[in-house]
């Protein structure tokens, strides 16, 4: 259709987020290392496959951002960004809630947003939505523009 321009986002390490540690992790807090595979898997090949449209593409400006790795980051290391919480999500129960079931009126909602890293069971919080955003325009836009 004439786009030029694309940037495109890489899988999150979906092993580790609260939904799927609750669903898949063995009674364990830590994130599925068998998921976070498959999302590296899927990675390496998203860059493939954008490495051979840059070739067959003339004048195309196609960048993959990594959310992985930012996002592992934050699960894994949560005090340097100043998170407190990494296994559940803020809303509800934070384990298996997500989406439209997930809002400001549901029980157990916390107070404090900005200690999550994940707004329910999937999404990550707006504090870890800026991080990331913040991320990606440092790395990533520059390569848009250049």
């Known amino acids: 259709m004439g786009a030029r321009e694309i940037g495109v986002t ?5 092993g580790c987020l609260p939904v ?3 669903l898949f992790g063995s009674h364990s807090n830590e994130c599925v290392d068998r998921l976070n595979n ?6 390496k090949n998203l860059n493939k496959t954008s490495q051979n449209l840059r070739k067959i593409l003339p004048g195309i400006k196609l960048v993959v951002c990594d959310i992985y790795q930012p996002l592992y980051n934050l699960v894994t290391n949560p005090s340097e960004n100043g998170f407190s919480e990494t296994r559940r999500g803020y809303c509800g129960t934070g384990l298996l809630e997500t989406a439209i079931i997930c809002n400001n009126m549901s029980i157990g909602t916390c107070a404090n947003a900005s200690n999550y890293v994940f707004w329910d069971g999937a999404h990550p919080s707006e504090a870890t939505n800026k991080i990331l955003a913040d991320t ?5 836009i520059p390569l848009l523009m250049s």
């Open 10 to 14: 890489n899988a999150a390490p979906m």
């Open 38 to 43: 498959d999302s590296i898997d899927y990675n």
């Open 20 to 22: 799927l540690i609750t």
């Open 136 to 140: 990606m325009v440092a790395a990533d």
